[in-house]
Structure formats: structure tokens, C-alpha cells
């Protein structure tokens, strides 16, 4: 019976130590180019369309903001307004006020529920007249020194987890990440990160560790 139980233990240890193998990809090395993780600002933002009016001698946004976005947006929050009549110049602003109603709107075809909001400029050109319509960034969430992967260095699988390929010597080295949100910049990820170049197209990779030859930058 000990022996029976002796033999039970080992082979239980020989079976966690095999699953505690990594999976090598049993490829020949593969060329990797790279892109560098940013550290830098990143925000999330909702878009809606508006029109200027004059406020006495000062000028104002009445903007319409979705249903399916109101719940991010609360008076104060930063705005930054693009105008087509104003070419490059971008205005700056706050949410100074909500509506306590909504209704539904026309627009694209497509019955929409809207609330209206007035947004305060903040300064704006002598060139800007009442009626142009322009369209309000909102921004809701901004970290100042994000950290931040490139599209092309990322990847998702089927159960919805992020992953990169970090750079060991001559091994791409298969990592989790976890997405906060995305920006125009990329996907921003919580916490630090112990890299500062991942391989581009990873979805490409298969394995835990990658032979790899000729790393690079694009």
C-alpha cells in the first residue's frame, strides 16, 4: 500500500512539473520587427455635433449628446470643439450645463434620443460667428503619463484577453497585458510595464517563447 501511495505522489509531481513546461514554438526563428511601448497623455473622449450662438458679448456651444453617452458626461468636464469655418484652430471649453430633459431627434434617418447641453468657451477668435456648426470632444477620462501600446504591438484572443510579445535577447516573450481603454494612440494599459518594445503583428506569434532574428524598428 506505501508503495502504491509513493508511486501515486510521484506520478502526481511529474504531472505538475510537465504542466509547468512553457510552450516553445518549435518554429525556426522568425524575423520580428518591433515597436516601442509610449509613455505619455491619453484620454477617452464622446463626440457630439452643436451649434454657436452669441451670449451678449461672449459666444456659447448648444450641443446634442446621445442617450448612450450622457452617463459619461457631468457638468465641468474639459471640451475641445473643431470648427470647419475655422480651419486648424481648435477651441476649448466645459460642459456648463445639462438639461434635466431629453427628446428624440431626426437625424441620419434614424430616431435618436438626445440632451441638450450648453458648452462655455473658454476664448475664441474674432473670425467666429453665431450659427457655425462645430463638433464638441468631451473628454471624460484623461491620464497624464499613460502607458501606452501601438495597435500593431497588441492582440486579443477569442476569450477576450490582451497580449504582447515582449523582447528577451533573441526570444519574443508571450505577455498579458490588461487594457484600460483606447485612444487615436493606441491601447492604454493599467499599471507599469518591464518593456519597452514589443513585436508588431503578435497575433502572427504562437507560443509562450519565440525564436526570433533580426529585431528591429520600423
Known amino acids: 500500500m506505501k508503495k502504491y501511495f509513493l508511486l501515486m505522489v510521484i506520478c502526481g509531481i511529474l504531472v505538475f512539473s510537465i504542466s509547468q513546461i512553457p510552450n516553445i514554438s518549435n ?7 518591433t515597436v516601442s511601448v509610449v509613455n505619455g497623455a491619453a484620454s477617452e473622449s464622446v463626440f457630439c455635433k452643436g451649434i454657436v450662438e452669441q451670449n451678449y458679448n461672449d459666444f456659447i456651444v448648444n450641443a446634442q449628446i446621445s442617450e448612450e453617452d450622457i452617463s459619461k458626461v457631468t457638468e465641468g468636464q474639459a471640451v475641445k470643439i473643431s ?3 475655422l480651419g486648424d484652430k481648435m477651441l476649448r471649453g466645459k460642459i456648463k450645463e445639462l438639461s434635466d430633459f431629453a427628446y428624440k431627434i431626426t437625424y441620419g434617418g434614424v430616431n435618436v434620443t438626445v440632451i441638450d447641453a450648453v458648452i462655455e468657451l473658454d476664448d475664441h477668435p474674432k473670425s467666429l460667428k453665431s450659427g457655425y456648426s462645430v463638433t464638441a470632444e468631451i473628454i471624460y477620462t484623461e491620464i497624464k503619463n499613460a502607458v501606452i501600446l501601438p495597435f500593431e504591438g497588441i492582440a486579443q484572443e477569442k476569450n477576450g484577453k490582451y ?9 519574443a516573450v508571450k505577455e498579458y497585458v490588461d487594457v484600460v481603454f483606447e485612444d487615436e ?3 492604454v494599459i493599467s499599471g507599469k510595464c518591464n518593456f519597452n518594445t514589443v513585436c508588431e503583428e503578435p497575433e502572427s506569434f504562437s507560443g509562450d517563447f519565440v525564436r526570433i532574428k533580426n529585431v528591429g524598428d520600423n
Open 185 to 187: 494612440k493606441g491601447a
Open 83 to 85: 470648427c470647419k469655418a
Open 163 to 171: 497580449y504582447v510579445y515582449r523582447i528577451d535577447n533573441d526570444w
Open 27 to 33: 518554429e525556426l526563428a522568425k524575423e520580428c520587427s
